[in-house]
Every structure is written in C-alpha cells, then in structure tokens.
C-alpha cells in the first residue's frame, strides 16, 4: 500500500496552528488582551465556577479548534492510497518433454535410477516455468502422449510422478517420440516451440527414424534439445528372472550420439550428456536458460481519495468544540 498526498502545498497553512497558539498563550492565557467588566454583589460564586470549570478545563477548547483546523488543513492537501499492480506482457513458449521409458531407463548408473531421475529433474523443470505451455510424450516400443500443451503444471507434474517403465510395449523407438512430439507442436503458434528428448540408447523400433523426425521439426520451426542419459562404459541393470527372481546385471551403456547430435543440429538445438544426478540437472537449467520468456513489465498505480478521513475527524472534533463552548466549558462574556 502507498500514501501520498496530492496538493502537498497545503500544508504550508499549517503555519497558522503555531502563530493562533502563540497569539492565544500571549493574549489568552497571560491575560494581556483587554477584556470586558461585570459588576456582582459577590465574586465567590463565580470564582468556584471558574476553578472548577474554565479555569481547570478552560485550554480545551482552543485545543479542539487547533486540531480541527489542522486536520481541515489535512483534508485540503487530499490523502491518497494506492495500489501498486503490474501489467505482463509474454510471449510464451511451448515445450514437450518426450521422455524414454524402455527397460533400460532403470539402469542404476544415475540415482536412484535412470527413469526416476529423469522424472524428478524433469518435473523441477517443470515448476520453474512461467507463461508456456507444457506437453508430455512417453515412448518405448511405441509412442503415446501423456499431456497435451497446457499451463497447468501440476498436472503434467503429476504425470510425470505417475510414469513407470513397462507401461510401453519395451523397445527405443525414438524417432516415433520425436514425431509423435512435433504433432503436439504442429498447430502451435508460439514465438518458440521446443522439445526436450530424454533417451538411454539408440532407435530399434517404430516406422521414423530419429533424423526423419528431426526434418520434420525443422520444417515447422521446432527446436530440439536432445539428452543422453548414462554413464560410460557399463551400468548395473536389474533384471528380473522368473526363476530365481530379481536379479542384476551389468550391461553395456549404448547411446547414439552422433544421431541425437545430428537431430540436434538440424533444428538448431543441442546435443547433452548426462552422466549422473548433478550432471542431468544442470543440463535442464541449462535448456531453461537458453529458452527464456521475454516479459515486459508495466507498472502502475491506482490510487483512491482520503480526504473524507480528516475532513469528517475535523467536522466532529469543531462540533464538539461548540457543543461542548454552549454546555459544561461555557463561559461568562
């Protein structure tokens, strides 16, 4: 909340309040003003009025007049409070996130693993968007959309909690997440259309290739930021074996770079490796960064009169000066 006054010039007629105070201590209340005469038989009756009364309570009227002169005085220079609001002006962006879920997302090279890694780095990156709409596709084998475009966050939050390896026919069918990616972005009309690919290996299933998708993204002006998640060399990968139950495996880290490189550039995104936990988040904040929301902001304020405030204060406060001169302080002539 903001105050301002908006003819602050015046209270300069403040000056008054101390010149009619001196004037009244010089001439009032020494007794320096010439004052009218009253002849009585006997001055002990007014003497007793006079102590008890107007000479005990007799400066307080002047003190009410004072302060109703100063808070009119207030009142003129009119009081104000206002708000303070801001108008957004954004461009936002649209982003889908095409997240792997084929078996080898539960390697255990990132912790706890490949997949819930990836679900929490990709659900903070989610939060910490403002203005752009977000969409979410899931692939393995196959590719499914699991949110379209919304500004509904926690939504697409809660859908990335929900995801688990084994809901997708298993298989890396990357290029079809791609495709099934730049569909959700064909009729968007954002200043900037991205889409995250989160992937541990290379393309086995589907009927695109990831280099056929990424030419459809440069066709309709989409941005692709490819991560490859997993250590080098080997990771360890539970397996589970219907005889002897679950079990672990060492297997063979196998990401094609030079295809998610090449995907990449075609659209004039980039290439990043994550090989573990730390590595994975700085790349989002990375991509955060690189993708951000020009925001123009128009502040403003909107202010509302107070003058009634005083004004009423100072109305009451002389009214009870003369009903108060006319009762219990009135005073002999």
Excluded: C
Aim: charged residues 25%; proline residues 4%.
């Amino acid at each position: 909340m903001i105050y301002r006054f908006a003819d602050p010039a015046y209270f300069l007629l403040l000056a008054i309040v101390p010149l009619i105070a001196y004037w009244y201590v010089v001439f009032v209340v020494r007794g320096r003003r010439p004052a009218g005469s009253l002849r009585y038989s006997s001055l002990a009756v007014i003497k007793r009025a006079d102590r008890r009364r107007s000479g005990r309570y007799r400066h307080i009227l002047f003190g009410l007049r004072a302060l109703a002169l100063t808070a009119l005085i207030v009142a003129f220079a009119r009081p104000q409070s206002g708000v303070t609001a801001e108008s957004v002006t954004t461009e936002g962006i649209d982003i889908v996130l095409a997240l792997d879920l084929s078996s080898s997302m539960l390697a255990e090279d990132l912790e706890p693993n490949r997949i819930e890694a990836a679900k929490q780095v990709a659900a903070d990156f989610v939060q910490g968007r403002r203005n752009d709409r977000i969409g979410l596709v899931v692939f393995a084998g196959d590719a499914f959309t699991q949110a379209p475009l919304t500004l509904d966050y926690g939504v697409v939050t809660t859908l990335i909690g929900e995801l688990e390896v084994g809901i997708i026919e298993d298989g890396t069918a990357i290029g079809m997440g791609l495709a099934t990616a730049v569909k959700r972005l064909q009729a968007s009309a954002a200043e900037s259309k991205v889409i995250v690919l989160l992937t541990d290996g290379r393309n086995n299933r589907g009927e695109i290739d990831p280099v056929t998708a990424a030419q459809m993204a440069q066709a309709l002006d989409v941005r692709i930021y490819a991560i490859g998640a997993g250590t080098q060399g080997t990771a360890r990968v539970p397996v589970d074996d219907p005889v002897f139950g679950r079990r672990y495996a060492q297997m063979q880290v196998d990401i094609d770079e030079p295809t998610l490189q090449e995907t990449a550039a075609l659209t004039g995104g980039r290439y990043f490796r994550a090989t573990n936990r730390e590595s994975l988040a700085r790349i989002y904040e990375e991509i955060d960064a690189l993708e951000t929301t020009e925001i123009e902001l128009e502040q403003f304020t909107r202010y509302g009169e107070l003058f009634h405030v005083p004004l009423l204060f100072g109305l009451g406060v002389l009214l009870l000066e003369v009903g108060l001169g006319r009762t219990a302080l009135r005073k002999i002539p």
